[in-house]
């Protein structure tokens, strides 16, 4: 090991929300020894108390102030719309070296919402993004392993705290993520084409397939296709409502993209261009060819 | 067994198109012991090597009517595109036993197809569709399992002789796969909606990514979420430009269904307005979480 530092240690880490993100964030650095104890801080006691069963959490608090006030690291880990009273309940309570990270899936909002209700303390909060999750969610979905080799994305500020930035980029390094930095414009532009369309896209083809009144013949008839394609339906309809309007800018321009792709891909069938479809059809092959090869080879 | 019918026996088989169809047909029934001899049939020579040196057929040809002219079994599971053509080739060729039948994923084109072109003949076709498949193509991706425990739609016409259906029935069922009977037109409905549909949308979403310059960044920030969800954009672009074509009139309407479900989402993201994003995602979730469980307890 070239890197001589030691170890970070943090005594008390503060996650607020105990779902898939921070709850597997804690089990992580749990399982690391880097963390001495976790105070969950959620809304329902009833996930709360799942999440001190099943160690998760060593301890649960519905008052994120009370959490926060005792707390080296907080970590924001609920859906993004509740980020801005969330600050504003925790801003006071902060002791000044406490670092603020958050786990959303949007930087460009949460960083106006840091700057504004974090005030003073805007200094030690650090953007981050960890690029994992499953369609599940809540604290019995979470897992140690889930950060394992997936990329992490800090945006850290002109006025972020680089020992702030190292502690945080340290952590997700502990639960064996891969950490990059990314400026958050281009993050959420990046992650509105490859998470957020597709989240998107999955949800309105299985909205539409729902409303119709011989769903469930539909559905008793499908295949492993549209399992796959429609897995991420299944994720949390509050976060990604939260997600989709905090990105609105990023995402309107590539719904309005993908819209025409699928205008001409609908104008071709309309047709019978034969030829036109296919073209579409083999660009997204072996796009995707080239994609899975490169995944492979990493 | 309250059956009390033996066991059928087909001597020889062709398969025409020995792909993951129909190369997975071959190999199932060879393992049940129920065909002597398969003949593939196909326009590359590479394809049918394979095929041959890995067992899944026993003979290689690239003549559609002498393969015909010597079989008791004809399965026509090439893009179905090139139906009119083969149909027209083997059906001079055909012995009068010799029963026909198609892995081809619309039915209604497929039955004017043979209603014109096998001409005399049309009374031993068997409109088949196996629901089976994995976005993988060719020869090599052929494997014994593929319908155990998959549905396999016939619709059978008026003119079909009994007799043809329940051989091709019990040959499914060999394959281990449960064969359910359905209208043509009501089969091609839905499978616009479960297959054909998230096929387009798949396929457009990763041909919008890939236009784009950054493509090959954006796709390396990808998880899992945009992979299971293109996962179906890899399938065969020949064949599902043969199926959306054929399909198109039930394909238009639900891609206009679509359309305006995604509308629907993209006006409530522009306004802001969560509640109603937030049905929409819902209704998806709900759906979805039904369905995984009806396919749990099945």
Redo the contacts between chains.
């Keep these: 090991m070239s890197d001589a530092r030691p170890p970070i240690r943090i005594d008390t880490l503060a996650v607020v929300g105990v779902g898939l993100i921070g709850g597997s964030f804690s089990l992580a650095l749990k399982r690391a020894g880097i963390v001495r104890r976790v105070i969950g801080v959620g809304r329902t006691q009833a996930n709360l108390d799942t999440a001190v069963g099943l160690g998760v959490i060593d301890e649960a608090s519905t008052d994120p102030a009370a959490a926060a006030a005792r707390a080296d690291v907080v970590l924001l880990a609920s859906p993004v ?1 509740q980020f801005p009273a969330l600050m504003s309940q925790i801003a006071p309570a902060l002791r000044e070296h406490t670092i603020v990270t958050d786990g959303g899936s949007t930087k460009q909002d949460v960083i106006a919402y840091a700057r504004r209700f974090l005030g003073a303390h805007f200094g030690r909060f650090v953007p981050a993004h960890p ?4 369609e599940r969610s809540g604290a019995a979905a979470a897992f140690a392993e889930l950060y394992r080799d ?2 992490v994305i800090l945006a850290p500020q002109a006025e972020t705290d680089s020992a702030a930035v190292n502690l945080v980029r340290e952590a997700w390094q502990a639960c064996g993520a891969n950490v990059v930095e990314l400026d958050a414009a281009r993050h959420d532009e ?2 509105a ?3 957020h ?16 009144p011989d ?1 469930r ?10 399992r ?11 976060m ?3 997600i ?2 905090a990105n ?1 800018a990023a ?2 321009k590539l ?1 309005d ?6 205008e ?3 104008g071709a ?2 047709n ?1 261009d ?1 030829d036109a ?2 073209t ?10 080239r ?2 090869l ?1 995944e492979q080879a990493s």
């Excluded at 013949?217 to 549209?226: A, H, I, P, Q």
């Excluded at 796959?228 to 949390?236: E, K, N, Q």
């Excluded at 579409?280 to 060819?289: L, N, P, S």
Aim: glycine residues 12%; proline residues 2%.
């Design positions: 719309g690029i994992a999750g499953t997936r990329n990046i992650f084409a490859v998470s369309l597709p989240h998107v896209i999955a949800f309105a083809l299985v909205s539409m397939l729902a409303k119709r769903a013949t539909l559905l008793g008839f499908s295949g492993g296709g549209l796959d394609t429609v897995r991420i339906a299944g994720s949390s309809p509050e990604w409502r939260d989709c309007i609105r995402l309107l719904l993209d993908y819209g025409k792709e699928l001409l891909a609908r069938i309309e019978g034969g479809l296919e579409i059809f083999e660009r997204a092959r072996d796009a995707r060819q994609w899975l490169k």
